[in-house]
């Protein structure tokens, strides 16, 4: 059974790098969050003039869904990151891909379309989690998420 300590090395040595690769190669700067203010979102990046706020997601093989965390531990109850996260954007990478999320976009469309996707319960995280899965043509077709590598 994985720990916590296992899922932050999996966060910092293929989580992290992957998106900070992507960052260096766009040329963005990065302000990485710790402490508290890491559940906020993870990072802050500059484009052009303005500083983001982003919360990283990533999956240890190619996506063809987006896993949208709603109950972080299914035994306490404790809120998702849909609930908590203060990003403006969620990037969601899997394989060679990321995606970019519209983090308010996505909250107004769920708040309105819920009830219309299957849900998932995974073992793998800080507890069981139960997550809504959306698949990325839905997410794209309704302007909340774009592929961007």
Known sequence: MLTKQDFFSFENKIARPFFDKFYEAKGYGVKRMTGIK?????????????????????????????????????????????????????????GNKIYCIDFNQLKIFLEKHKDKFNTKISKKGWGRTENIVIDWPTLKVNKIAKQIL
Do not use: F, H, M, S
């Not at 559940?39 to 990283?56: P, R």
């Not at 896993?67 to 403006?88: F, R, V």
């Open 38 to 94: 890491n559940k906020d979102y993870d990072c802050e990046v500059k484009i052009g003039d303005k500083w983001y706020k982003i919360e990283e997601k990533y999956r240890d093989r190619e996506i063809t869904d987006c896993l949208i965390e709603t109950i972080q531990d299914t035994e306490t109850n404790a809120p998702g990151w849909l609930y908590y996260c203060k990003a403006d954007y969620i990037l969601y990478g899997g």
